[in-house]
C-alpha cells in the first residue's frame, strides 16, 4: 500500500468502501508524498494537516457506518487559494489578503465538505487568478512536476501540478479564460472547465464575473466528472448559477463512434503553435477517427480577436471587483498613511503586484468615460461574434477538438517581462471562456518530453458530452501507450 | 488615481510602454464592423430569479468584523479624511 497517493478517486473509494484502507491511511501516505515532493514543487501555499485529520476520522466514522458515503468520501482534495474555506487562511495568491480569514464557506467548498472529502490545503496560484504561470503569485512560484524548471502553467498552477506530483488525488481551480485547461495541459493532467452556470461562484474571490467558472483536475477524466458532479448545480446565494440538473457519469463510456468532431481551421494556424504540439494534437485527431469519430473541418472566424477582446472585458470587470480591497473590513492596511486616501494609495500600491496592477489600469482605462465605446462596449460586440462562430460551428459538429496550449511548459521567468506573450498562451481557451462553453483538457502525448493538452469543447450544457469524447480518447491512449510518455508520474 | 494604485512617477514610464503595447493589439478590434451587432451582456441566457421577501440568517456582527484591521465598539476604524491640524 505504499503508492496509495497514485490512485485515482475512483480506484481510492473502492478500496475504502471495501474498508481495505482507511481514510485516515490513506491521508497519511499522501501527507508523506506531499512532504517528499512540495520542497521541490511548491504546489500549496498552506496545508490544513488538522483540518484533514478531523475530515479523514469523520470519513472513518461513515464508512464503517455505511452511512452518507459517496464518491468523494474519504478523498484528499487540494483547494485553489481563491476559494474560501471557513476559518482557512484564504489569499488568493495575494499579499493584500494576507492573514485572511473567511467566515463562511464557498459553496463549492461547502459541497465537498458536505460529501466527506479531505482538505489537504489552499493551493498556490497567480495573485487573483491573473496570469498563466504561477509566476505573479506573491508567495512564489510552483514548479511543474514534471521538470521542475519549467512552469506549471496558470492560473491553477499550484491546483494542477499538486494533481500531477501526487500530492493531491483531485483538486479544484478556476478558469476565467483558460486558468483551468492551460495548466492542466502543461502539467498532463485532466482539467475541466464547466459551463458558465454549472458551479455556483459563492465565495470565489472574483476576478471577471461575467467569466469566472469553478471546476476540477484530476488524473483522470472520471475522476474529474465525479468532483464536478459532487460541486454542480443551483446555488441560491449565485444568481448566475443555473438549474440544470445533469448526469455527468452516465454518458462517459459512451465512445466516440458516430460523432462529428469539429476541427476548427484557425486554432492550428495560430500565432506561436509549436510544430511538436500540433504533430501530437494530430496524431490524437486520428486516433479518434480511428475509434469511429467523423473530422469535420469547421471555421471560428474572430478567432484572432478573442485575446482583444478577452483583455478588455476581463481587466473592466477586475477593476471594479478589486475596488472592494480597501483596508477597512479586511486585508491588509498600510499603517503609514495619516489620512484616508493615502491609507487607500499605499495599501494598494504595496498590496497588488505588477500584473494585478497592470489589469486594473487597464479596466479602468477601458471602462473610463470617453473610452465605454471605443473599449468595452466594442469588445462585447466582438464577443457576441466570437459567440456566434461557435453557434455556427456547432450546426456541423457535435463537439470541437484542438490543442489546448499552442506551446508545451516553458521555463520559469521567460515570459514575465512581455505581458503579451503571456497571455498568448490563453489564445486557445479564452473564446471558449467568452462563449461560456464547457471545455474539457487531458493528455495526449508529448513535445520535448513534456505534456501536450487536448482540448475537447462542447456547446453550453452539455459538459457530460466533453467528457465523453474526452474520457473515449483517454481509454485509447490506455490501450495504445505513448512511446514517450508522460514525465514523472 | 482613479483607481488609487498610488504609482510612483518612476513607475510611470514602465507601465506605460507595457500598457501601450497591450493596447496595440486591443486595436486590431477597430477592423471589425459591429455597428449591427448586439453586445454581450452575459454569454449563458440567464432568468431572474426572485426568492421570497424573508431574512435569512447572515454574518454576526463579530463574524463580519473578525477580518478588520481595526475595529472598535462594533465600527470599522479608519484613518481621518483630512490629515490632522499641525
Same mark, same amino acid.
Given at each position: 500500500m505504499s503508492a496509495l497517493h497514485e490512485e485515482g478517486l475512483v480506484q481510492l473509494h473502492r478500496l475504502l468502501v471495501d474498508r481495505e484502507v482507511s481514510a485516515a491511511e490513506v491521508l497519511d501516505d499522501q501527507l508523506a508524498a506531499i512532504e517528499r515532493r512540495e520542497p521541490e514543487v511548491h504546489a500549496y501555499l498552506r496545508l490544513t494537516d488538522e483540518l484533514a485529520r478531523a475530515q479523514a476520522a469523520e470519513a472513518d466514522r461513515r464508512l464503517a457506518a455505511g452511512d452518507g458515503v459517496g464518491a468523494l468520501t474519504g478523498i484528499p482534495v487540494a483547494l485553489k487559494d481563491v476559494l474560501c474555506v471557513a476559518g482557512v487562511e484564504t489569499t488568493a495568491g495575494?499579499?493584500?489578503?494576507? +492573514?485572511?480569514?473567511?467566515?463562511?464557506?464557498?459553496? @463549492?467548498?461547502? #459541497?465537498? *465538505?458536505?460529501?466527506?472529502?479531505?482538505?489537504?490545503?489552499?493551493?498556490?496560484?497567480?495573485?487573483?487568478?491573473?496570469?498563466?504561470?504561477?509566476?505573479? %503569485?506573491?508567495?512564489?512560484?510552483? *514548479?511543474?512536476? @514534471?521538470?521542475?524548471? #519549467?512552469?506549471?502553467? !496558470?492560473?491553477?498552477?499550484?491546483?494542477?501540478?499538486? /494533481?500531477?506530483?501526487?500530492? &493531491?488525488?483531485?483538486?479544484?481551480?478556476?478558469?476565467?479564460? !483558460?486558468?483551468? *485547461?492551460?495548466?492542466? &495541459?502543461?502539467?498532463? /493532467? @485532466?482539467?475541466?472547465?464547466?459551463?458558465?452556470?454549472? /458551479? %455556483? $461562484?459563492?465565495?470565489?474571490?472574483?476576478?471577471?464575473?461575467?467569466?469566472?467558472?469553478?471546476?476540477?483536475? &484530476? $488524473? =483522470?477524466?472520471?475522476?474529474?466528472?465525479?468532483?464536478?458532479?459532487?460541486? =454542480?448545480?443551483l446555488d441560491p446565494r449565485d444568481a448566475t448559477s443555473a438549474d440544470r440538473p445533469a448526469d455527468l457519469l452516465g454518458e462517459l463510456e459512451g465512445g466516440v463512434e458516430g460523432m462529428r468532431l469539429g476541427v476548427p481551421r484557425e486554432y492550428f494556424e495560430i500565432e506561436g503553435m509549436e510544430t511538436g504540439v500540433r504533430v501530437a494534437v494530430e496524431q490524437a485527431l486520428a486516433a479518434l477517427e480511428r475509434a469511429g469519430a467523423e473530422l469535420v473541418e469547421v471555421s471560428l472566424p474572430h478567432t484572432d480577436y478573442?485575446?482583444?477582446?478577452?483583455?478588455?472585458?476581463?481587466?473592466?470587470?477586475?477593476? =471594479?471587483?478589486?475596488?472592494?480591497?480597501?483596508?477597512? *473590513?479586511?486585508?491588509?492596511?498600510?499603517?503609514?498613511?495619516?489620512?484616508?486616501?493615502?491609507?487607500?494609495?499605499?495599501? $494598494?500600491?504595496? +498590496?497588488? +503586484?505588477?500584473? @494585478? $496592477?497592470?489589469? /486594473?489600469?487597464?479596466?479602468?482605462?477601458?471602462?473610463s468615460a470617453g473610452y465605454y465605446d471605443a473599449y468595452y462596449l466594442k469588445a462585447q460586440k466582438v464577443r457576441t461574434l466570437i459567440a456566434q462562430d461557435f453557434t455556427a460551428a456547432f450546426e456541423h459538429c457535435d463537439a470541437i477538438v484542438s490543442a489546448t496550449s499552442p506551446c508545451v511548459a516553458f521555463p520559469l521567468g521567460a515570459k514575465t517581462e512581455d505581458p503579451l506573450q503571456m497571455y498568448l498562451n490563453d489564445v486557445l481557451t479564452l473564446p471558449a471562456s467568452l462563449a461560456g462553453l464547457p471545455g474539457v483538457s487531458l493528455p495526449c502525448g508529448s513535445s520535448w518530453n513534456l505534456p501536450v493538452g487536448l482540448q475537447v469543447l462542447a456547446p453550453q450544457w452539455e459538459d457530460a458530452r466533453a467528457l465523453r469524447v474526452a474520457r473515449a480518447f483517454e481509454a485509447l491512449q490506455v490501450s495504445q501507450p505513448q512511446p514517450s510518455g508522460e514525465g514523472s508520474r | 488615481m482613479l483607481a488609487r494604485l498610488g504609482l510612483e512617477a518612476e513607475e510611470e514610464d514602465y507601465y506605460a510602454q507595457q500598457l501601450s503595447g497591450i493596447l496595440e493589439h486591443i486595436g486590431r478590434l477597430g477592423e471589425l464592423d459591429t455597428d449591427s451587432i448586439k453586445p454581450t451582456a452575459q454569454a449563458v441566457p440567464l432568468e431572474a430569479r426572485l426568492r421570497q421577501d424573508q431574512p435569512e440568517p447572515g454574518l454576526t456582527q463579530e463574524q463580519a468584523l473578525a477580518n478588520a484591521p481595526e475595529r472598535r465598539s462594533g465600527f470599522f476604524v479608519v484613518k481621518a479624511i483630512q490629515d490632522p491640524e499641525p
Open positions: 495575494s499579499k493584500i489578503l494576507r +492573514g485572511y480569514r473567511p467566515p463562511t464557506d464557498a459553496t @463549492v467548498v461547502r #459541497r465537498l *465538505r458536505e460529501a466527506g472529502a479531505v482538505f489537504l490545503g489552499m493551493t498556490n496560484c497567480d495573485e487573483f487568478a491573473m496570469g498563466s504561470s504561477t509566476e505573479n %503569485s506573491s508567495y512564489g512560484p510552483t *514548479r511543474n512536476p @514534471v521538470d521542475a524548471r #519549467r512552469v506549471p502553467g !496558470g492560473s491553477s498552477g499550484g491546483s494542477a501540478a499538486a /494533481v500531477g506530483a501526487g500530492e &493531491a488525488v483531485v483538486s479544484l481551480g478556476t478558469d476565467t479564460g !483558460g486558468s483551468i *485547461r492551460q495548466p492542466a &495541459a502543461l502539467c498532463g /493532467v @485532466v482539467g475541466v472547465k464547466p459551463t458558465y452556470g454549472r /458551479v %455556483s $461562484r459563492f465565495g470565489l474571490i472574483a476576478f471577471a464575473s461575467s467569466l469566472d467558472q469553478v471546476g476540477p483536475f &484530476a $488524473r =483522470s477524466v472520471a475522476d474529474a466528472a465525479h468532483v464536478l458532479q459532487a460541486i =454542480s448545480g478573442g485575446l482583444a477582446a478577452y483583455y478588455i472585458i476581463a481587466p473592466a470587470e477586475a477593476s =471594479s471587483n478589486l475596488a472592494r480591497f480597501d483596508s477597512v *473590513r479586511y486585508g491588509m492596511r498600510d499603517e503609514s498613511a495619516t489620512n484616508l486616501l493615502e491609507t487607500y494609495l499605499r495599501t $494598494r500600491r504595496h +498590496g497588488f +503586484g505588477p500584473e @494585478v $496592477r497592470r489589469r /486594473v489600469m487597464l479596466g479602468t482605462y477601458a471602462l | -
